[in-house]
């Protein structure tokens, strides 16, 4: 089965089983979240929304992998400090599942640079940096499955069914 758009079966109505086709997305929390112990504040963030976790690990990511991740700046001033940065400590990498979870993530950790955004977004509450800024997430669909599979094997990630998922989505978005 492809991960990416995962088919969750729901027997919460009646009975009645269901499936649906939620997205999935990855989150990163840098080096920073970890070194201010800012990951379950963030993380309580994403689980309160009511998207659900269903891959979560902490990793010393390698230069290889994040050459890979961040290629599309490589030719960027910024590229060799944001490897430094990103490899200096371990990072904690989570795999998030929910309806439009991709875009719903994107807004919550707002405008890449702390400085502008929007207070109630998570780097709008907790950076200063354009680069030093708490999360990495996705950006598209396409890209989340690219990075999901570039950080979590198929066996990593979980299937299963929250049971308050029946008080998160109306009947018709559970589909
Ligand atoms: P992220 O969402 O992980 O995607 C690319 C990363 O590059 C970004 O967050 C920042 O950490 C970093 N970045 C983007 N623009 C700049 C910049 N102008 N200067 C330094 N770092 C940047």
Redesign the pocket.
């Known amino acids: 089965m492809d991960k990416g758009i995962p088919q969750n079966k729901s027997n919460n109505e009646k009975g009645k089983v269901i499936f649906m086709a939620h997205e999935r997305t990855l989150v990163?929390l840098?080096p920073d979240a970890v070194n201010r112990g800012l990951v379950g504040t963030v993380m309580n963030r994403f689980e309160r929304k009511g998207l659900k976790i269903v891959g979560l690990k902490m990793e010393n990511l390698e230069e290889k992998k994040l050459k890979e991740h961040?290629a599309h700046?490589k030719d960027?001033h910024?590229f060799e400090?944001?490897l430094e940065y990103m490899s200096s400590i371990p990072s904690v990498l989570v795999v998030f599942e929910g309806k439009d979870a991709v875009a719903v993530v994107r807004k919550m950790a707002g405008a890449?640079s702390g400085r502008d955004a929007e207070p109630g977004t998570i780097r709008g509450d907790f950076s200063m940096s354009?680069?030093?800024?708490v999360i990495?997430?996705s950006g598209s669909t396409k890209e989340a499955e690219k990075e999901i599979k570039r950080f979590f094997g198929e066996k990593d990630l979980m299937e299963y069914e929250r049971t308050d998922f029946g008080a998160i989505y109306s009947s018709e978005e559970k589909k």
């Open positions: 990163i840098k961040y700046h960027k910024f400090e944001l890449t354009i680069q030093v800024n990495h997430a």
